[in-house]
T-cell receptor, first 113, second 115 residues
Framework: NAGVTQTPKFQVLKTGQSMTLQCAQD?????MYWYRQDPGMGLRLIYY???????DKGEVPNGYNVSRLNKREFSLRLESAAPSQTSVYFC????????????FGQGTRLTVV | AQTVTQSQPEMSVQEAETVTLSCTYD???????LFWYKQPPSRQMILVIR??????QNATENRFSVNFQKAAKSFSLKISDSQLGDAAMYFC????????????FGQGTRLTINP
């Protein structure tokens, strides 16, 4: 099983460019998440989706949009990239149920110059 | 909003010794889970252990155990008989079991194992 797959793994953008980070899971999970990881700040939640068609802002949503295309896919879009968005981005998913484990993708290292 | 705080950016321990990583959290809810995740240099996130807030008994998984103090909102991780493979970033996380089940992480603690 592939689990959670993120693409791309690495990306360099110029300030002002746009891009979409793709995430897909094959575990039939309802919940999906996007995080960014920065040194000393842990993983901060950008957006969360409890199910297909629903999304909810996390701690740091500004500058990002998301789309829960279907149950499998949850994409993150940067409309106009800024250097402050340089980070490692993780997608995760989890099943409905008490204390269920979150499964993570391998991460995308994004650099905005 | 719920917050999770890890006040130790870095910790180190001698191989075979015991180390404790600290975590505190803030919430007004009563129904939640707490987790510890490990992130080795590969960047993969790995679940180490989880604790249900309603359970008073501390969770244990082999060499990993927690000290859950609900009133104090404290959730520390104890690693016994530390091994070189335990070297990683460790993240404490909180998830409400009511309403939106957002998973909130702390800042992380980098654990170094000295041979």
């Amino acid at each position: 099983n592939a689990g959670v797959t993120q693409t791309p793994k690495f990306q360099v953008l110029k300030t002002g460019q746009s891009m979409t980070l793709q995430c897909a899971q094959d575990m039939n999970h309802n919940s999906m998440y996007w995080y960014r990881q920065d040194p000393g700040m842990g993983l901060r939640l950008i957006y969360y989706s409890a199910s297909e068609g629903t999304t909810d802002k996390g701690e740091v949503p500004n500058g990002y949009n998301v789309s829960r295309l279907n149950k499998r896919e949850f994409s993150l879009r940067l409309e106009s990239a800024a250097p402050s968005q340089t980070s490692v981005y993780f997608c995760a998913s989890s099943a409905v149920g008490r204390g269920t484990e979150a499964f993570f993708g391998q991460g995308t290292r994004l650099t905005v110059v | 909003a719920q917050t999770v705080t890890q006040s130790q950016p870095e910790m180190s321990v001698q191989e075979a010794e015991t180390v404790t990583l600290s975590c505190t959290y803030d919430t007004s809810e009563s129904d939640y889970y707490l987790f510890w995740y490990k992130q080795p240099p590969s960047r993969q996130m790995i679940l180490v252990i989880r604790q249900e807030a309603y359970k008073q008994q501390n969770a244990t998984e082999n060499r990993f155990s927690v000290n859950f103090q609900k009133a104090a909102k404290s959730f520390s991780l104890k690693i016994s008989d530390s091994q070189l493979g335990d070297a990683a970033m460790y993240f404490c996380a909180y998830r409400s079991e009511t309403g939106a089940q957002k998973l909130v992480f702390g800042q992380g603690t980098r654990l170094t194992i000295n041979p």
